[in-house]
């Protein structure tokens, strides 16, 4: 029998080190929009004490992870060393990004390989098409589920408790004048998605952006991640686009099922 992955595993609080909960919380507090926070900020942002906030950040640029002009704190590119540890160490990331290569080189397009986390979707590869200007997100880009065509593959895989649990919750915020607001209609979207097994999406979290994708399932069909195609809505019809992309994401999501 399979061991079940840590996320599925009841971690009871007394084997729970929450300085380093607090620390992971330190470094996600920095976003677009706070680029750079005082201790007071910090304390205020995740809950901890202004004394508390400061020594964390000055563990951080102690680290090299963070740095400082004596009142603001900024992340340092080293951070990204922990994103590079789980690139790293992963399987599935590193064997998917020649399937990628193989992919973008047939239809000379940017491709990518998705995953949910909680109700967001993560970059996790990608493959950039052989031009200047690619669409797309980088590995380590993280949007919301609901304005993504991964992240409504992998929503649409969703059992149907855990996706109405998300409908529920989620608050749809306009990233363009065309992203879906309605969860009615975002509910009768990710059916089609369910039915035909592919989505496509334009102008939901960028206007003239495309996307579309097909889910990467396992063994026993449960949806792992998501194959995606990122393309300006200007270089191609969206039926056009869909007729020669969907196939080829299919028949990858086919071959990589058979051993993950």
């Given at each position: 029998?399979k061991k079940?992955?840590l996320?599925?595993?009841?971690?009871?609080?007394?084997?729970?080190?929450?300085?380093l909960?607090?620390?992971?919380a330190?470094i996600t507090?920095?976003?677009?929009?706070?680029?750079?926070?005082?201790?007071?900020?910090?304390a205020?942002?995740?809950?901890?004490s202004?004394?508390?906030?400061?020594?964390?950040l000055l563990?951080l640029?102690?680290?090299?992870?963070?740095?400082?002009?004596?009142?603001q704190f900024?992340?340092?590119?080293k951070?990204l060393?922990?994103?590079h540890?789980y690139l790293?160490?992963?399987r599935?990331?590193?064997?998917?990004v020649?399937y990628l290569q193989h992919l973008?080189a047939?239809?000379q397009e940017?491709?990518?390989y998705s995953?949910l986390?909680g109700?967001?979707?993560?970059?996790?590869?990608?493959?950039?098409?052989?031009?200047?200007?690619?669409?797309?997100?980088?590995p380590?880009?993280r949007?919301?589920?609901?304005?993504s065509t991964?992240?409504?593959?992998?929503l649409a895989?969703?059992?149907?408790?855990?996706?109405?649990?998300?409908?529920?919750?989620?608050e749809?915020?306009p990233?363009t004048?065309?992203t879906?607001l309605?969860?009615e209609v975002?509910?009768?979207?990710?059916?089609?998605?369910?039915?035909q097994g592919?989505?496509?999406?334009?102008?939901?979290?960028?206007?003239?952006?495309r996307?579309?994708s097909v889910?990467?399932k396992?063994?026993?069909?449960?949806?792992?991640?998501?194959l995606?195609?990122?393309?300006?809505?200007?270089?191609?019809?969206?039926?056009?686009?869909?007729a020669?992309?969907v196939?080829?994401?299919q028949?990858?999501?086919?071959?990589?099922?058979?051993?993950v």
């Open positions: 029998m079940p992955a996320t599925d595993i009841a971690v009871a609080p007394r084997d729970i080190i929450e300085g909960v607090t620390g992971i330190v507090a920095f976003n677009d929009e706070t680029a750079r926070l005082t201790p007071s900020l910090l205020e942002r995740i809950g901890i202004r004394s508390a906030a400061r020594r964390y563990t640029v102690h680290t090299g992870m963070a740095a400082t002009d004596g009142r900024w992340l340092t590119p951070v060393t922990l994103g540890s790293d160490s992963a599935l990331p590193r064997a998917i020649p973008t047939q239809l940017s491709t990518n995953v986390d109700d967001d979707v993560v970059y996790v590869s990608r493959v950039n098409a052989p031009r200047h200007l690619t669409p797309g997100f980088e380590g880009t949007l919301p589920a609901y304005t991964a992240g409504r593959v992998l895989g969703l059992p149907e408790s855990e996706l109405a649990a998300y409908l529920a919750r989620v749809l915020v990233y004048h065309m879906v309605d969860k975002l509910r009768r979207e990710l059916d089609v998605i369910r039915e592919f989505g496509v999406t334009e102008n939901q979290y960028e206007v003239g952006l996307g579309i889910p990467l396992n063994r026993h069909g449960r949806p792992i991640g998501a995606s195609v990122s393309m300006m809505i200007s270089s191609v019809s969206r039926a056009e686009a869909t020669r992309c196939p080829a994401l028949a990858s999501a086919n071959t990589l099922m058979l051993w």
